[in-house]
């Protein structure tokens, strides 16, 4: 499972990676801070099935907290996307190319509408992240179109020897990491499985493009930067534009924090968590930010990193985990207990 950050310039996307894989990057508010893409683990939340054997399990990888077992998925942040990123302007080129065997993105958008268009700092509020979602999907679209159209008398030409449109734009995209039943679905939805290819319209084509890279590219929304001003607003606004997208308020922020105590003892914190508890003496300056961090998490729920992984791996391509072992065997030969967990 590969899952990409995607979105503009300075909306919080090396931020969202490091929240989510614990890896420092380079993050600041001037555009195109990422320009090689950032490839690291980050780890869904299942279920682990120790608890009904009443053991504890020894992850080979990941790990397991109360029973709560937090296998790995890989995670790639790539460069932010400006308008006309399919025509090469900014690092268009590279950014989608390095999206090219993602199975699902998240799209970062910044929530609080503090920076344009092209990533630049203006007044918070001053600009509408519903645009940004709706940029993201045109120049998604149009890269789709582009591979498509640049072709397309070379296909016409393969349809003329009896090949059918499903073989024939299963290997036109295969590269992009379309599978052939997202072909089919895409072709069926359109009524284009059998029409000839000398006969679409533009229109068609670009239809056909639209749906495949909707079922082949799922895109989810992290709202970021949940709890600056103006972002609760604009999630509301995103919600009633997008009514069937996936949109869930985040603060990549305040999840790193939040790691970080942890990892210093400061607090208990589970990933995913409404809440955490503190377990170290904590200075005044401190427990000012924790009380800080407290109230996003109860506000929204949580941080909403965990949340989006989750359902990425989970509610959107549809994985599901497997322990290998059997009821009456659950140690390897290191008597290691239920190490594997396999997403399939």
Known sequence: MLVGLVGKPSSGKSTFFQALTSIPV???????????P????AYVEIEC?????????????????????????????????????????GLGNKFLDDLRQADLLIH???ASGSTNANGEAVETGSHDPVEDVRFLEEELNQWCFGILD??????????????????????????????????????????????QLNQWTNDEKKGFCRKLRELGKPII????KCDLNAAEKNITRLKEAFPTYLIVPCSAEAEITLKSAAKNG????????????????????????MTLLQGVLQKFNGSGVQ????????????????????????????????PDVFLL
Not at 26 to 36: G, H, L, Q, Y
Not at 71 to 84: F, I, M
Not at 175 to 181: A, S, V
Request: hydrophobic share 40%.
């Open 221 to 224: 929304i992290a709202a970021n």
């Open 266 to 289: 400061f607090i208990k914190y589970i990933p995913g968590d409404a809440s955490f508890e503190i377990i170290k003496e904590l200075n005044d300056g401190q427990k000012k930010a």
């Open 150 to 195: 640049s072709n397309w008398n070379k296909l016409v030409r393969e349809a003329n020897l009896n090949k059918k449109n499903e073989e024939i734009m299963f290997i036109q995209f295969t590269g992009l990491g379309m599978k052939r039943d997202v072909v089919q679905k895409a072709l069926s939805a359109l009524n284009l499985f059998d029409k």
């Open 49 to 89: 099935v120790d608890k009904e054997f009443n053991v504890q399990c020894n992850p080979r990888s990941g790990y397991c907290v109360e029973h709560r077992r937090f296998a790995p998925v890989e995670v790639l942040d790539v460069a932010g996307l400006v308008p006309g990123a399919h025509e090469g302007k």
């Open 108 to 110: 970062i958008v910044d």
């Open 26 to 36: 380079e993050r600041s508010a001037r555009p195109f801070t990422t320009i090689k």
């Open 307 to 338: 949340k989006l992984l989750n359902a990425a791996g989970f509610d959107f391509l549809r994985y599901i985990a497997i322990f290998p072992g059997g009821v009456n065997k659950l140690a390897d030969s290191q008597g290691n207990i239920l």
């Open 38 to 41: 950032n490839r690291g683990v």
